[in-house]
């Protein structure tokens, strides 16, 4: 799923900020800069806003390969459970569990 600048900064919002880094969270999220970012050759100012907040706080920003290298090192095997942008839950390699199989 790409998301377009209403999803984006709903996503990035302070509120949000704030609560992935009280609960120690991980976040991973892409767009195309296609989808409303840029309007009258200007990037969205709230983004913007949103993104330099974000830049200032104490976070481990790498790239994707980086952090899900780190990740899979760490973790016990089906430990840790991801939820998919459809809301489906996988075992973080993709696969959904054995109950969603099941009731699929």
């Not at 016990?76 to 939820?83: L, M, Q, R, S, T």
Request: aromatic share 8%.
């Amino acid at each position: 799923m790409v998301a377009n600048i209403k999803s984006y900064i709903g996503m990035l919002s302070e509120t949000n900020q704030d609560c992935l880094e009280e609960q120690g969270g991980t976040c991973i999220m892409y767009t195309h800069f296609g989808h409303g970012f840029v309007e009258d050759q200007r990037l969205n100012s709230r983004f913007a806003d949103l993104m330099t907040r974000l830049s200032k706080r104490n976070g481990w920003f790498v790239p994707v390969s980086t952090l899900l290298d780190c990740v899979a090192a760490q973790r016990e095997p089906y430990k840790h459970v991801i939820v998919n942008a459809t809301g489906g839950k996988t075992d973080g390699f993709g696969r959904r569990s054995s109950a969603e199989r099941r009731s699929a």
